[in-house]
């Protein structure tokens, strides 16, 4: 851990700098079409900047109301453990908190990296499966090209 400045930005991520954060993070890129429509419909994306070079990115994504989801929490390498994601993450919490609806409950999801339950544990997040939850679940899903009849 050492002493930077880090500056935190609300909805500036453009798909190029996403697209560019996920290559740099690990050599391989969500197609450019995926990247505009999900930009376009978060709630909010937050980016963490030291000397005007994004090192950090985190998005909120869900419907206002009651569920929310944590996604895309991604921290260059060299810069994890500065509280980078720690911060964004809470960023992320605070703004579903302060959209929703008073007096009600909301709930805010996400999938962990594998080995990194910790460091979401150390925000508050409770791991599945528990005494009371089942497994957190996921279906991928490959959306075939449509076929062009000449």
Do not use: C
């Not at 453009?14 to 993070?25: A, S």
């Not at 197609?31 to 985190?58: C, M």
């Amino acid at each position: 851990m050492f002493n930077i400045d880090v500056e935190y930005k609300d909805n500036i991520l453009t798909v190029e700098e996403y697209v560019m954060f996920e290559n740099k993070m690990w050599n391989e890129t969500t197609p450019k079409e995926q990247v505009e429509r999900a930009l376009a419909h978060q709630l909010l994306s937050v980016a963490a900047i030291v000397n005007n070079e994004i090192v950090g990115i985190a998005r909120l994504d869900g419907d206002t109301a009651i569920n929310f989801y944590v996604n895309d929490v991604f921290v260059l390498p060299e810069y994890q453990g500065n509280g980078i994601g720690s911060s964004m993450v809470e960023r992320l919490v605070g703004y579903a908190k302060d959209i929703s609806i008073p007096g009600t409950t909301i709930y805010i999801t996400l999938f962990s990296s594998k080995g990194k339950e910790g460091f979401y544990d150390k925000l508050g997040f409770v791991q599945r499966p528990n005494m009371t939850n089942g497994a957190g679940m996921e279906m991928t899903i490959s959306v075939p090209k449509p076929t062009i009849k000449v």
